[in-house]
């Protein structure tokens, strides 16, 4: 077995080695052609194009929880928080649920003559995005003393109370008989996005919402890239390696730490707006603690710390939950007799792909270059003694 | 916050600095107290003074201006505590021994509810089975209940941690909660998606006796009725046999007990099963009192009895047991004035406050995790 991992390992060197310098960027260019010619390969408003569109945003989030557990280190178990934030932004920035408002900004002819709040969606994604990165540190401020598993306790926490008042909001007043959510009713008739000279989005048509997400994604695994190799990324790998090694090196650690907080929850309330416009309601009871574990599930299936596994992970656990259970499995319990439906026992399923996972390959799908070298140190170990119990000539060097 | 830690110099406005230490140091020592006395002493005011509306007669509101609604809190609280009380040993002993969080163990004491509620239509138990027999198949149910608990918790350690003790201690946080969601997965398709009740077999909400106005309701007495011998026999287990030792040494420092000839792998198995029949007791004693089961209860609990642990202190049976009864006392507080949809809210606010004043909680000692 070890042999043939690192036969494996050897083959991949020397097809990396031949490879020229600019095939990486080439097949970036190529996957994000791929990604924009997608849609007219499927009908407009197919199942399989409703998957995509989630898939794609549940890569979104999982990018955005990767900055937080697999650059920082720092375990959320409270991630559906920016959620539920980013879908109450688009909730209370672009629908009539603020009735007493009047504000339009950029919206399309028809909203801009409703009453409440109707921004352009841009402006809301930018908006959900601060509101979450303003509640990402909060919630980290005080998680700043502990390690381990005590910030994956009070992230939970966090991400409990904010569901609790999401579902409980319709009792909570802000003035003029208007209430902070609408609870488990939801608020609905919220805007579909709107740009000048496309018009305005409709469910018909999925490939308008595809590009949108598409051109989402583009930017949160751009500014992942760039913050992975900056300065700010290099110091979230130290804090999370060793953080007294980090804090002695001069690293401050309140500002890193705050900092991976707030940018992970921008992109999850970046595609938590998205989700409140393309399911048209922003209901309480989306915002379960399951949630923030398949974000979390994600993150682990494609390797932690490692951004195109966020993206496959993310992708893999998107077209399972919403194509293949729903479309292609569920009847299966019943062909061999149960009476229930794949559909009920999809989080168990997530739950028995995170055991298996962590048990038989914990780095992953694509696991980090720096995380697989931390877990293979141990089989290298092996291949030295390999080397060493069978003489210069007979091990794989 | 990491100059206190790491800083070896003091800056120049040493003063400043020294008191705000001083008062961390404060907060640290009586925040949380002040935080857990504040409901209580405020409502005790509010009864007293605006007084509270206590029944109807003749369509007029009957108002009291006494302590007595506060010490029905008091005991539903406690006797709910109990059920949390037992949940909390658990979760310590586990987080004692390996470092370990096991969501999974809120789920455990699901099964033990689930499990039980199963075998009381196996013994033919209803409301119409008589006292003796009545508590000679409770007795067995127990004892059954416990015993496929604490082997479902030995097996989740042998299947999802053992592998994975030389991991990242990431890796066992994340398989527990996958292990957490399959039982819940199991919970859903063995009794449904939604609560069931179940028989009332012990009357639960039927008075016994009356003190200061309070009644004691027979589900409290039950409740104490198992926690306190299960504890006791617990404590005098970690503390008289031999057994009990190793756990203790396996949880100061496992490599010298490995060293000392103690069998590692055992104790550890020894306490999950340890943890898992307290839990499973603790599911029994729930089906009887709140005489309704649902897929979706372990985790409520779980959360709760972690709660419970770490106010206590992790680590710390008797922590654990405090913990447990406070907890349970501030969830009935929230449940009759907040009203029960905050209550939730209410317990997770309590957690962050004991994580932010004093996370090595009442009765712990520093940990490296909460240092």
């Given at each position: 077995?070890?042999?043939?991992?690192?036969?494996?390992?050897?083959?991949?060197?020397?097809?990396?080695?031949?490879?020229?310098?600019?095939?990486?960027?080439?097949?970036?260019?190529?996957?994000?052609?791929?990604?924009?010619?997608?849609?007219?390969?499927?009908?407009?408003?197919?199942?399989?194009?409703?998957?995509?569109?989630?898939?794609?945003?549940?890569?979104?989030?999982?990018?955005?929880?990767?900055?937080?557990?697999?650059?920082?280190?720092?375990?959320?178990?409270?991630?559906?928080?920016?959620?539920?934030?980013?879908?109450?932004?688009?909730?209370?920035?672009?629908?009539?649920?603020?009735?007493?408002?009047?504000?339009?900004?950029?919206?399309?002819?028809?909203?801009?003559?409703?009453?409440?709040?109707?921004?352009?969606?841009?402006?809301?994604?930018?908006?959900?995005?601060?509101?979450?990165?303003?509640?990402?540190?909060?919630?980290?401020?005080?998680?700043?003393?502990?390690?381990?598993?005590?910030?994956?306790?009070?992230?939970?926490?966090?991400?409990?109370?904010?569901?609790?008042?999401?579902?409980?909001?319709?009792?909570?007043?802000?003035?003029?008989?208007?209430?902070?959510?609408?609870?488990?009713?939801?608020?609905?008739?919220?805007?579909?996005?709107?740009?000048?000279?496309?018009?305005?989005?409709?469910?018909?048509?999925?490939?308008?919402?595809?590009?949108?997400?598409?051109?989402?994604?583009?930017?949160?695994?751009?500014?992942?890239?760039?913050?992975?190799?900056?300065?700010?990324?290099?110091?979230?790998?130290?804090?999370?390696?060793?953080?007294?090694?980090?804090?002695?090196?001069?690293?401050?650690?309140?500002?890193?730490?705050?900092?991976?907080?707030?940018?992970?929850?921008?992109?999850?309330?970046?595609?938590?707006?998205?989700?409140?416009?393309?399911?048209?309601?922003?209901?309480?009871?989306?915002?379960?603690?399951?949630?923030?574990?398949?974000?979390?599930?994600?993150?682990?299936?494609?390797?932690?710390?490692?951004?195109?596994?966020?993206?496959?992970?993310?992708?893999?656990?998107?077209?399972?939950?919403?194509?293949?259970?729903?479309?292609?499995?569920?009847?299966?319990?019943?062909?061999?007799?149960?009476?229930?439906?794949?559909?009920?026992?999809?989080?168990?399923?997530?739950?028995?792909?995170?055991?298996?996972?962590?048990?038989?390959?914990?780095?992953?799908?694509?696991?980090?270059?720096?995380?697989?070298?931390?877990?293979?140190?141990?089989?290298?170990?092996?291949?030295?003694?390999?080397?060493?119990?069978?003489?210069?000539?007979?091990?794989?060097? | 916050?990491?100059?206190?830690?790491?800083?070896?110099?003091?800056?120049?406005?040493?003063?400043?600095?020294?008191?705000?230490?001083?008062?961390?140091?404060?907060?640290?020592?009586?925040?949380?107290?002040?935080?857990?006395?504040?409901?209580?002493?405020?409502?005790?005011?509010?009864?007293?003074?605006?007084?509270?509306?206590?029944?109807?007669?003749?369509?007029?509101?009957?108002?009291?201006?006494?302590?007595?609604?506060?010490?029905?809190?008091?005991?539903?609280?406690?006797?709910?505590?109990a059920i949390w009380a037992l949940i909390a040993i658990g979760y310590t002993l586990v987080?004692?021994i390996i470092?370990?969080?096991n969501f999974a163990h809120g789920d455990v004491f699901m099964i033990g509810s689930f499990t039980s509620v199963g075998l009381w239509a196996v013994l033919g138990l209803?409301?119409?089975t008589?006292?003796?027999g009545l508590i000679g198949g409770l007795i067995v149910t127990l004892i059954i209940a416990m015993l496929v608990t604490g082997s479902l918790n030995v097996l989740i350690e042998r299947v999802a941690y053992r592998?994975?003790?030389?991991?990242?201690?990431?890796?066992?946080?994340?398989?527990a909660?996958?292990f957490s969601?399959i039982l819940q997965?199991v919970g859903?398709l063995w009794r449904?998606?939604?609560?069931?009740?179940v028989p009332?077999l012990i009357?639960?909400?039927?008075?016994?006796?009356?003190?200061?106005?309070?009644?004691?309701?027979?589900?409290?007495?039950l409740a104490?009725a198992v926690m306190i011998p299960l504890v006791f026999a617990l404590t005098w287990f970690i503390?008289r046999t031999r057994a009990g030792?190793a756990m203790?040494?396996?949880?100061?420092?496992?490599?010298?007990?490995?060293?000392?000839?103690?069998n590692?792998n055992a104790t550890i198995s020894l306490t999950f099963l340890l943890g898992g029949m307290l839990a499973g007791a603790a599911g029994l004693v729930y089906a009887l009192y709140e005489?309704?089961i649902?897929y979706?209860q372990g985790?409520?609990a779980g959360?709760?009895a972690?709660?419970?642990?770490?106010?206590?202190?992790?680590?710390?049976v008797?922590?654990a047991?405090?913990?447990?009864?406070?907890?349970?006392?501030?969830?009935?507080?929230?449940?009759?004035?907040?009203?029960?949809?905050?209550?939730?809210?209410?317990?997770?606010?309590?957690?962050?406050?004991?994580?932010?004043?004093?996370?090595?909680?009442?009765?712990?000692?520093?940990?490296?995790?909460?240092?």
């Open positions: 077995m070890t042999k043939l991992r690192a036969r494996l390992r050897g083959w991949r060197a020397a097809v990396e080695k031949r490879l020229p310098p600019w095939s990486s960027r080439a097949m970036a260019v190529a996957l994000i052609a791929i990604g924009i010619v997608l849609p007219f390969l499927f009908s407009s408003s197919s199942a399989f194009m409703n998957a995509t569109i989630i898939a794609v945003t549940y890569a979104v989030m999982s990018l955005g929880l990767n900055v937080v557990v697999g650059f920082a280190g720092l375990l959320d178990l409270g991630y559906v928080a920016f959620y539920a934030l980013g879908a109450y932004s688009l909730g209370w920035l672009g629908s009539g649920f603020f009735f007493k408002a009047q504000v339009h900004a950029l919206v399309s002819p028809v909203a801009s003559t409703l009453p409440g709040v109707h921004l352009n969606f841009i402006l809301i994604l930018i908006a959900a995005a601060l509101i979450c990165a303003g509640a990402g540190v909060v919630i980290g401020l005080p998680t700043l003393r502990l390690r381990g598993d005590y910030i994956a306790v009070v992230t939970l926490a966090f991400g409990e109370i904010i569901a609790e008042v999401a579902v409980n909001g319709q009792s909570i007043h802000v003035g003029g008989g208007m209430t902070l959510t609408a609870g488990n009713l939801g608020i609905s008739a919220v805007d579909s996005p709107y740009f000048p000279g496309i018009g305005s989005f409709n469910l018909l048509n999925l490939r308008p919402w595809y590009w949108l997400i598409f051109a989402v994604l583009l930017f949160v695994l751009f500014v992942n890239l760039r913050l992975r190799d900056s300065r700010l990324g290099r110091a979230w790998i130290a804090l999370r390696e060793d953080e007294v090694a980090a804090v002695s090196m001069g690293i401050p650690l309140v500002k890193t730490k705050l900092l991976a907080y707030a940018i992970g929850a921008a992109f999850g309330g970046m595609a938590g707006a998205f989700f409140g416009t393309y399911y048209t309601v922003v209901n309480a009871g989306q915002f379960q603690f399951g949630f923030s574990i398949f974000i979390l599930a994600m993150v682990i299936i494609g390797g932690i710390g490692s951004i195109w596994g966020a993206v496959v992970g993310g992708l893999v656990l998107g077209y399972i939950n919403n194509y293949i259970i729903p479309n292609v499995l569920n009847n299966l319990p019943a062909k061999f007799g149960f009476h229930f439906q794949l559909t009920a026992v999809e989080f168990g399923i997530f739950g028995f792909l995170l055991v298996i996972m962590m048990v038989l390959r914990p780095q992953g799908l694509i696991p980090e270059r720096r995380r697989r070298l931390e877990l293979t140190a141990g089989i290298a170990a092996e291949d030295a003694q390999l080397v060493e119990t069978q003489g210069p000539a007979g091990g794989p060097t | 916050m990491e100059t206190t830690t790491i800083s070896p110099t003091p800056s120049p406005p040493a003063v400043a600095a020294r008191s705000l230490a001083a008062v961390r140091r404060y907060a640290g020592r009586w925040g949380l107290i002040a935080a857990l006395a504040a409901l209580p002493i405020y409502y005790g005011i509010t009864d007293l003074t605006n007084g509270y509306q206590a029944g109807f007669v003749a369509g007029h509101a009957v108002i009291h201006h006494d302590l007595s609604k506060l010490g029905f809190n008091f005991a539903t609280g406690l006797s709910n505590g987080y004692g470092e370990l969080i209803g409301l119409t008589g006292a003796l592998p994975l003790r030389s991991a990242p201690k990431l890796a066992a946080l994340i398989t909660v996958g969601f997965n859903l449904g998606g939604s609560p069931q009740s009332d009357r639960a909400q039927q008075p016994v006796f009356t003190i200061a106005g309070v009644p004691i309701l027979r589900g409290y007495i104490f503390n030792r203790r040494a396996t949880a100061q420092d496992p490599e010298a007990a490995r060293l000392m000839g103690i590692v005489t309704n649902w979706f985790f409520k959360l709760i972690f709660t419970a642990a770490v106010m206590g202190g992790i680590g710390n008797r922590g047991v405090l913990g447990g009864l406070i907890i349970g006392v501030i969830q009935a507080l929230a449940d009759s004035r907040l009203g029960p949809q905050w209550t939730e809210a209410v317990v997770f606010g309590y957690l962050i406050a004991i994580m932010v004043l004093r996370p090595r909680g009442l009765l712990g000692e520093e940990t490296r995790e909460a240092g």
